[in-house]
């Protein structure tokens, strides 16, 4: 039977509130544990200030320097830090790794209500949402001539309550919290696969969208406005160690970089076997990671080194494509980001958007969130309809270079 030591995780909260909180994972090691582990402290809104890593390719040892928020919940994370640790078994003196089985895909909610729009509802239906660890994997917003807002909602529960009765009346009384006397209605029953597939939305994007927003040849042209990304520096050397490859990265720092890195590194299935990212003051993060492939053997052919160095310079550059298009008279807000080969999307874009457009007083009149392959890669894609009639004094500019910087946490 599996064992995971209740020393697998540790956190220690920084006394003082300038100094970061330190992270200790000590567990069995597996391909893309890595971006598993930083794709949570994603989702828990922290910074990574600093990052260790170490590996003998069995045994792991991570180190994890982080910047929390005032109600960020240590214990939660503690928890779901663990849950993505590998297991261990101990037999006769001797430890055994046990094999991972792919998990069973989880149930999917549908949430349905009805109430009176008012500007800035569907942010905070979406910050209880993420409160109740409720992933959203679909939604489709609409909103009537007479002001009313049809919501549905398809997610997934992390706490596996949403089944029972009291999971139900929790997420009810929480949403009426912010909804207050305008909800009309609230429902909440599983669904299966062909339902959410049937309520995803639009099945295409246009080619010219697609040709604006996941054009590769785009990277290469000079930006020379605020949103714009410095040019990431990905070299890799294979004299230093005799197993090894180093990928050394120099790039601009955002909000989510490392799991950027770990995902792309999952995907191309590479182990770090020692590691160490910092942050500079002026923003640059700078990586030294020690790597190998699947067989144990350091990256060697210049085929395989120039396709993860332009993948990783491509993540870099654009971890997430937005756009504003002109729909007549209104104007639809696109905001894309890349799915893992494990099927999983970037936490929180969401919830970022809907901030930004919040904090902008724009109104949404309707928003869907889909999956597409395009170019030989799936894709998350985000569509929010905006009011143009509605818009007052704030540019599309504005809009764009806002919701951009809220999804890369820049001031």
């Given at each position: ?186 429902e909440i029953e599983m669904v299966g696969p062909e339902i959410t597939a049937c309520c995803q939305g639009t099945s295409f994007i246009s080619d010219a969208v697609s040709q604006g927003m996941f054009n590769i040849e785009m990277l290469d ?176 500019e504005k809009v764009e270079e806002t919701v951009w910087k809220m999804l890369m946490s820049w001031t």
């Amino acid at each position: 039977m599996g064992i995971l030591f209740d020393d697998a995780v540790i956190v220690r909260q920084s006394e003082k509130e300038e100094e970061p909180t330190v992270i200790t994972v000590n567990c069995p090691d597996k391909t893309g544990l890595g971006s598993d582990l930083c794709r949570i402290i994603l989702f828990f809104g922290l910074t990574l200030v600093r990052t260790d890593v170490s590996t003998d390719g069995k045994w792991c040892y991570i180190v994890l320097w982080v910047v929390g928020r005032p109600n960020t919940r240590w214990g939660l994370l503690k928890k779901r830090l663990m849950e993505a640790c590998p297991s261990s078994s101990l037999a006769s003196g001797i430890l055994y790794y046990t094999q991972l089985q792919p998990p069973k895909p989880p149930h999917v909610f549908l949430l349905k209500f009805c109430c009176h729009d008012r500007r800035g509802l569907l942010h905070d239906v979406t910050e209880v949402l993420c409160e109740l660890e409720l992933t959203i994997k679909r939604v489709k917003v609409s909103t009537t001539p007479e002001g009313k807002v049809m919501d549905l909602f398809f997610v997934t529960d992390a706490r596996e309550l949403l089944h029972t009765n009291k999971g139900k009346e929790d997420t009810y009384e929480h949403l009426k919290a912010v909804i207050r006397d305008t909800m009309m209605s609230c429902e909440i029953e599983m669904v299966g696969p062909e339902i959410t597939a049937c309520c995803q939305g639009t099945s295409f994007i246009s080619d010219a969208v697609s040709q604006g927003m996941f054009n590769i040849e785009m990277l290469d042209k000079p930006r020379d406005d605020s949103t714009a990304f410095q040019c990431p520096s990905v070299t890799m050397d294979n004299s230093l160690s005799p197993s090894h490859t180093l990928l050394q990265l120099v790039c601009q720092d955002h909000k989510g970089l490392l799991y950027d890195v770990m995902r792309t590194l999952k995907d191309y299935n590479i182990q770090i076997s020692y590691g160490r990212i910092t942050t500079k003051e002026n923003t640059k993060c700078e990586m030294d990671l020690f790597i190998m492939q699947a067989d144990g053997k350091k990256i060697v052919d210049p085929s395989k080194q120039d396709g993860l160095q332009s993948r990783l310079q491509m993540e870099l550059s654009r971890p997430l494509r937005v756009s504003l298009i002109s729909r007549g008279p209104d104007t639809e807000l696109l905001v894309a980001n890349p799915v893992e080969l494990s099927g999983k999307g970037r936490p929180l874009v969401f919830y970022d958007i809907t901030l930004a457009l919040k904090m902008l007083d724009t109104p949404i009149f309707s928003a869907e969130i889909g999956r597409y392959v395009i170019k030989d890669r799936e894709w998350e894609v985000y569509r929010i309809l905006l009011d143009e009639g509605d818009l007052g004094c704030v540019s599309k500019e504005k809009v764009e270079e806002t919701v951009w910087k809220m999804l890369m946490s820049w001031t």
